[in-house]
């Protein structure tokens, strides 16, 4: 069966788009209608664009209410919810302790007590309120709310929809290294075939497996300490590789980020109170045995070991 690829730049990353099932004019007409969604939202979401919702957000001065777009609302809210749920893990407002912590070169700041509380009392998403007409406000000035960790997948979800409604039957779409919406119709195909690897050694293979209809969310320390505990109020050390399986990209993608963070037990019981999640956690070795492998929850897809 023919497959159309197509790749696209966006929000400091590289989209992938992969269609089966259409003819290749079709597919192009529906990969630009795509990139368009995917723009539109980077220019939305983005906190480094100065006239995107979230940079205005990060400029309100305490106080101050601003009109959100119905798509910065949604991620926003849905943020505030998964914060709730992973009891602070997973925090879009984490920007203050970052900056505290991390170089522009990603290498570990040493900064003061004082300055990591001050930090830590504008990375607070309890100083947020949403308003049911779509407005806005900080109880706290000088927040710095980065929606990086969900902002792409809540795209993919939105891909996948576009795509749905072209009539699509079969896609596989990408964000960078970390992010994954795949879909299928059997009719066309079986599944889209993908591999784990080792995160601390990419020739050790982990596992392959099958995709039909589901979303992945990886995350890692290979790119160095960028996830911030705002609970303990520093960066994350661990390298565990955390990949996420959902229904939606924009969950996988956030509760990867959380279960970084994490601990086993913790995580179980995040996955009990939710349908259709599981996740593959491995620990930091040059080569992994099963030992260092965890599965949590229903991965919704099969999985063909490759450690022998």
Known sequence: ??????????????????IAGTDKKY??????ELWKEIDTLDNELSRYLPNSDISKINNLKKGERFILSEDTFNCIRTSMELYNLTEGAFNIASGSLYNCWVNADKSIKNPTQSEIEYASKKSDLKNILLYDDFSIEL??????????????GYSLD???????????????????????RSFTDSEFMEGWDISISNPNNYEQKIFNCNLRNISIGSSGLNKGFHIIDTKRMKP????????????SAEIADALSTAFMILDFEEIEN????????????????????????KIIGDLGCNLDSQIT
């Open 270 to 293: 995040i996955i009990i109170k939710m349908d259709n999640i599981g996740a593959i956690l491995i620990k930091p070795n040059q080569t992994v045995t099963n030992e260092d492998i």
């Open 139 to 152: 109880k706290e000035e000088g927040m710095v709310l980065d929606l990086g960790a969900f902002g792409k």
């Open 27 to 32: 597919a192009e007409e529906a990969a630009w």
């Open 1 to 18: 069966m023919n497959q159309f690829r197509f790749s696209h730049n966006a929000m400091a990353t590289v989209f992938e788009l992969i």
């Open 158 to 180: 939105r891909g996948y929809e576009l795509l749905k409604e072209w009539g699509i039957k079969s896609a596989f779409l990408s964000s960078g290294q970390s992010s994954i």
């Open 236 to 247: 994350v050390e661990e390298k565990r590789g955390v990949w996420v399986f959902a229904d």
